[in-house]
């Protein structure tokens, strides 16, 4: 059931959707439940692309309060 609904929670915040830091939070929300299921019940993706995808979503965004 978790896993599901942190699926449709990535489609919902897609990347073009304008808010990258709610993306991140639930790509590392993903991380998590990844690391405390079973290997078979854990989110598809491996954890090295979400943890980039997650670290690229808020270096971008990080970049956008200094200007």
């Known amino acids: 059931m978790v896993k599901m609904l942190l699926v449709d929670t990535l ?3 897609s990347v073009s959707d304008g808010m990258p ?3 991140a939070r639930v790509l590392i ?3 998590e439940f ?3 299921v079973a290997e078979d019940g854990g989110v598809s993706r491996h954890p ?3 943890g ?3 670290e690229e979503l ?3 965004n ?3 309060l200094f200007l």
């Open 11 to 13: 489609d919902v915040y």
């Open 21 to 23: 830091i709610r993306r």
């Open 29 to 31: 929300r993903c991380l």
């Open 34 to 36: 990844g690391y405390r």
């Open 48 to 50: 090295d692309d979400i």
């Open 52 to 54: 980039e995808e997650a």
């Open 58 to 60: 808020l270096g971008r």
């Open 62 to 64: 990080v970049g956008f």
